[in-house]
């Protein structure tokens, strides 16, 4: 059975809200992925009721010109205030923007209000220490006005990759007890799905960085990333976020191989959610009373 993702209301209890907007998107990191993913969700978000965010500290360097989206003119100045001001023009929408560290307690209070029915934050990061503070949105509330956790779901669509391979992982629930009642069978619904950090806590468990960190745009120079692979990984994310705004996504993850040549893409289904965080299958996804 196929189960559509729905990311309006309660992650647990399934609540419906009076939304005023259909999409609030925080975009973090604004690299080699991050560049791509963000013109794409602009597209996307065309004739939208939306808002879309950049989060990215780094300034542009030289060599990104060749590997990101920016021109020389730009080096030196802000990723995310480079591309906010660009894309707005472009599709003649406001983007707000910052150039400090992801902070939870800073950036989510976004989601809080006005309500939205698709809160999404796509991580494209390539650090452990990110990805932790991206996955700390989930665990805590967010905004300031006083909303309990649960009337806001925030989904994280983390997007990650090596040289010729990568996956995107989609989630917005850190605790297996979230989990509980996540799909319901008669509807065909899906209100829950293990976050990144749950499906893959590698992720969360990387080695510390080496003194000398290269960028994605180093990487791709020195050969431990192919030439194309940031746009791959941002199309298929692209289209994540393009079956989430239309209310018809039914994955949880994808993984590619360019160098097999294969893309694998992982359906929200009880059985792999159960046997991800070690819940009895009929707990998230409790038979029906006519059963």
């Known amino acids: 059975m196929a189960y559509r993702i729905n990311t309006s209301g309660s992650a647990a209890e399934g609540q419906s809200f009076r939304h005023e907007r259909e999409a ?3 975009l973090v990191g604004c690299g080699g992925t991050g560049g791509f993913l963000a013109e794409a969700v602009c597209r996307l978000l065309i004739d939208r009721q939306a808002q879309l965010y950049l989060v990215d500290m780094d300034r542009i360097e030289p060599h990104n010109v060749a590997r990101q989206t920016f021109d020389r003119s730009e080096v030196g100045h ?3 205030e480079v591309l906010a001001r660009r894309l707005s023009r472009r599709f003649g929408r406001e983007i707000g923007y910052s150039v400090l560290p992801y902070d939870r307690e800073l950036h989510a209070q976004v989601f809080d209000h006005p309500r939205s029915r698709l809160n999404l934050i796509l991580g494209c990061v390539d650090n452990a220490a990110a990805r932790r503070a991206v996955a700390g949105t989930l665990d805590a509330p967010v905004g300031g ?6 009337a806001v779901s925030v989904w994280w669509l983390d997007c990650g990759n090596g040289r010729n391979s990568g996956q995107i992982l989609l989630g917005n629930v850190t605790r297996p007890e979230e989990l509980r009642g996540a799909f319901a069978s008669q509807a065909g619904i899906c209100r829950a799905l293990p976050a990144p950090s749950i499906q893959r806590p590698d992720l969360l468990d990387a080695p510390p960085a080496p003194q000398t960190q290269v960028d994605c745009a180093q990487a791709v120079a020195q050969g431990d990333q192919g030439p194309t692979i940031n746009q791959v990984v941002a199309a298929i994310a692209g289209s994540f976020v393009e079956k989430l705004l239309a209310g018809t996504c039914m994955w949880m993850a994808s993984y590619f191989d360019l160098e097999d040549g294969t ?7 009880p059985k792999t959610v159960a046997g991800i965080v070690g819940l009895h299958v009929n707990a998230v996804a409790p038979p ?3 059963a």
């Open 24 to 26: 609030t998107i925080v």
């Open 78 to 80: 802000f990723k995310a």
């Open 145 to 150: 006005s006083g909303y309990p956790r649960a």
């Open 288 to 290: 029906s009373k006519s």
């Open 263 to 269: 893309l694998r893409c992982v359906a929200a289904d």
